[in-house]
């Protein structure tokens, strides 16, 4: 029996999808509920799962085509099997891919440039699992995962732009390539323009001493992994520090609407990752109410998605605030921009060794710059100056968060 293959229902605020790449090609075989092919919208990718067990037998609508909820892209004959598919249909002893991984964690592992030779599956008669390939990725270091990452455009890109790349020369007779924007990329423009077209604004700087912190790091961290199985960083204190402050300034915490304040009474922050798609926010929601180790855990497993292209829409929508850490790339100083419709932004730098003054005497200590971005309209000088130091003094004596001082 052939089935329509139809776009499913759009996240809210979502009008329609491009689609970024067929999985499965014209004439294979899938098992209900694999994946069939990707969408990508201008906040998230989506995957559109097989109605049925079958034969993809037709695509309409190509890789790079703009849809719509409920429009037909493909035909599914159900029941049916591939021609190419063995005789026998067991998967133990063949030698190809797809006896070894389904096609959608095929390409997550062609992203990560991961070889079946570093998975164990833990599927039946070994086969590889979407579940045993992001558990590679979290014990991998984003360092690591960013040097092993082989030197192409961002598959979504690659897959969406091929088609219509335009390589050019200029009047020197030097390359030049026409790329078109990514829908997420268009709509990261969008929102940066729209932040500092319709908000007053400012930024103001403070300096770090995480000389408490790397000690508690040092001092805690062996038995931190073993009791959570997750390391200690530095984004667990901050994302507790801030989540202090603002208790303290709940200013910072609201946001305009209109003619009028919305004071939150719950603190849902956003943390900046970046992916090859491109910058994401996805938000941490009731941190207040959470360890170092869950919001460790909760980082990893956005930073992980976020490479792969699996975070929810669900997932990026909402937040009260936010914290960017442009250190991990170098960064020594910098003026983040608002996320809207939050009021604040906090931006986290580079943490070097440098020589300060303490009781007299000049010593070397790891420090770190701070910037607050802040919605002038909103939040005075006073409160964001006020707040930024609170942080200060929250990380440079962190006992008193946890003692709530």
């Known amino acids: ?30 098992n209900e509920e694999e994946n069939l092919l990707e969408l990508e919208t201008d906040k998230v990718v989506l995957e559109v799962p097989a109605p049925a067990s079958g034969v993809l037998t037709k695509i309409i609508a190509e890789q790079g085509a703009t849809v719509f909820a409920g429009d037909v892209i493909g035909m599914l004959e159900e029941g049916a099997v591939a021609v190419a598919s063995k005789g026998d249909g067991e998967p133990e002893g063949a030698s190809s891919n797809e006896a070894s991984a389904s096609p959608s964690v095929r390409k997550l592992m062609s992203e990560n440039s991961i070889s079946e030779s570093q998975i164990t599956g833990t599927g039946k008669n070994g086969r590889i699992l979407k579940e045993d390939v992001e558990k590679l990725l979290q014990a991998s270091s984003a360092a690591s995962v960013k040097t092993t990452a082989p030197a192409k455009p961002a598959p979504s890109l690659k897959s969406s732009t091929d088609s219509s790349l335009d390589s050019s020369l200029d009047k020197e007779g030097r390359e030049e390539r026409r790329v078109p924007m990514t829908r997420l990329r268009a709509r990261i423009a969008e929102r940066l323009l729209e932040a500092q077209s319709n908000a007053a604004i400012l930024t103001t700087f403070n300096e770090v001493d995480l000389s408490e912190v790397s000690r508690l790091r040092r001092k805690y961290q062996d038995r931190f992994q073993k009791s959570h199985d997750i390391k200690l960083g530095f984004m667990s204190f901050f994302i507790k520090a801030a989540t202090e402050a603002l208790k303290r300034y709940p200013e910072v915490n609201a946001r305009i609407d209109g003619n009028d304040i919305i004071y939150q009474g719950y603190y849902d922050i956003g943390v900046a990752v970046s992916s090859e798609r491109g ?26 998605r976020a490479r792969s292209g699996h975070l929810e829409l669900s997932e990026l929508t909402g937040g009260t605030f936010s914290i960017t850490n442009g250190g991990i790339f170098g960064s020594m100083l910098s003026t983040p921009i608002i996320n809207p419709p939050q009021s604040a932004i906090l931006g986290m730098h580079n943490i070097q060794q440098r020589p300060v003054a303490v009781d007299g005497e000049v010593v070397i200590r790891p420090m770190m710059y701070l910037a607050l971005s802040y919605d002038h309209r909103l939040i005075d000088g ?24």
């Open 382 to 405: 006073q409160a964001a100056v006020s707040f930024l130091v609170k942080v200060k003094e929250l990380l440079e004596d962190p006992a008193s968060l946890f003692l709530e001082l």
């Open 279 to 304: 910058l994401v926010v996805p938000i941490i929601r009731n941190t207040d109410s959470m360890g170092n180790a869950d919001i460790e855990k909760a980082i990893m497993d956005y930073a992980t």
């Open 1 to 30: 029996m052939a089935i329509e293959i139809r776009v499913p229902q759009l996240p809210e605020s979502v009008s329609d999808a491009t689609i970024a790449a067929w999985v499965i090609k014209e004439g294979d075989s899938v």
